[in-house]
Structure formats: structure tokens, C-alpha cells
């Protein structure tokens, strides 16, 4: 009996070219806090949920942690990146790799760190109806990446196991995610991590962005 695994996509950097639009937005709500930090090391820290990104960051510059603080460069974020969301484009090869995974009767969700607010127009630029695919965002799990709960919760949203499952994502935080979920990690260059960094955070194939994996789906199983 043929088995297709799942695939659980990470969204910004892997299936929308976001990262450097994110990156920008918590540049300006940083410097709104008058919080000097550079636009690199923000880049390192996206990918995991917003206020472990937000701790970190202010961890790293040593000035006080708040809950008041997080609210309000997170809800800054959000407003920052709506401004400049209207440059959002699919990555190449990503709505092609969703379609033929769609057409092959092979199961697949997304699972991003971001709350819905700043994904439903990333969702847009992609094509992908949240109210017609399973889509899992900050909102409704405990805890964002690093932690696994996002593709836990698509797995289940698919009915697939996640030791069978690949986690498609573009940063560290989506490989140290799926191994610590036990599923398969595959890494892609378009969100600005090296392919050195994703295979040591657990990545076991690296493409270059979501063309370059298809062009290459039978080596992960993949077939119609």
C-alpha cells in the first residue's frame, strides 16, 4: 500500500520572499523603542515565534524585559510590515510545487511562527484560501519555533503522522523544530541561512528555494 508523507511548509522565507520585509518592520519598531540593534542580527532571529524573538533580541542589547515591551514592539511589528506587505511575491516555484503536490493526491499544510494578522496576506500573494487548507499560525498553538507545536498541530490537521512527515523551512528554527518532532527537515536557501547552518540544525536534503526542491521531489519520495 503506497504511503505519501506530508509535507509542512514553514511560510515566510520559504514559500513568500518576506524575510528581508520582516526584518524591516522590526527594524522600525525597534527603533520607535529607540532599541539599536543591527538590520543582521534581527535577520538571525527570524523564523521563531515573536516574543522569543523579541526576548532574545532585548536580552542580547541588555536592556529590561517587559510584558508591556513585547506588546508593544510586537502589535509595531505587525502595523510596520502591513505597510510594506503589498511587495509580498510567491517564491519561484511555489505555487507550481503546491499544485503538484495538490494534483498527486500528496497531503500538505502550512505552519508559520506569524499570527494570522500579518500571514492572511502572505496567504494572498500565494493563492492559499486558509478557510480551504490547513493553515497553523502563532494563534492557536502554545508555543511558536523552536518549539515543534505548529507542525504537531498540522500533522493532526492532516490526520498524517509526523515521524512520516517532511518539514519544508528556510531558517534553523524550522530544522530544530522538526528534530525535535522527530520528522524530516528540508531546508531551503531563499529565506538567508547558509546550507551549512540548515543541515547542521538538522536539515537532510537543502534546496535553493521551492523550484529547485520539485525539480528534485522524487529524491525526497515524491512521485505521482
Known amino acids: 500500500m503506497r504511503i505519501d508523507p506530508a509535507f509542512l511548509f514553514d511560510l515566510d522565507g520559504t514559500l513568500v520572499d518576506s524575510v528581508y520585509q520582516h526584518v524591516l518592520a522590526w527594524k522600525k519598531a525597534l527603533d520607535a523603542e529607540r532599541i539599536d540593534l543591527s538590520v543582521w542580527r534581527i535577520h538571525r532571529k527570524v523564523g521563531m515565534s515573536g516574543g522569543l524573538f523579541v526576548n532574545q533580541l532585548l536580552r542580547e542589547t ?53 499570527r494570522m494578522e500579518t500571514a492572511r496576506v502572505n496567504l494572498a500573494a500565494l493563492g492559499v484560501d486558509p478557510t480551504r ?46 528534530t525535535r518532532c522527530r520528522a524530516l527537515g528540508v531546508g531551503l536557501l531563499s529565506g538567508g541561512y547558509g546550507s551549512e547552518e540548515l543541515r547542521q540544525s538538522g536539515a537532510f536534503r537543502v534546496y535553493d528555494d521551492p523550484a529547485d526542491l520539485l525539480f528534485h521531489i522524487d529524491e525526497i519520495g515524491g512521485r505521482k
Open 133 to 178: 487548507t490547513p493553515v497553523v499560525t502563532r494563534d492557536q498553538v502554545a508555543h511558536a519555533k523552536p518549539d515543534p507545536d505548529l507542525f504537531l498541530a498540522a500533522a493532526r490537521r492532516l490526520n498524517a503522522p509526523i515521524t512520516t512527515a517532511f518539514v519544508v523551512g528556510d531558517s534553523i528554527w524550522d530544522m530544530l523544530a522538526a
Open 62 to 114: 541588555g536592556m529590561e524585559i517587559d510584558a508591556e515591551r513585547v506588546r508593544r514592539l510586537s502589535a509595531a511589528h505587525a502595523a510596520a510590515y502591513l505597510e510594506i506587505a503589498d511587495g509580498v511575491r510567491p517564491l519561484p516555484g511555489a505555487r507550481e510545487l503546491l499544485a503538484w503536490l495538490t494534483d498527486a493526491g500528496v497531503p500538505w499544510a502550512i505552519a508559520t511562527s506569524g
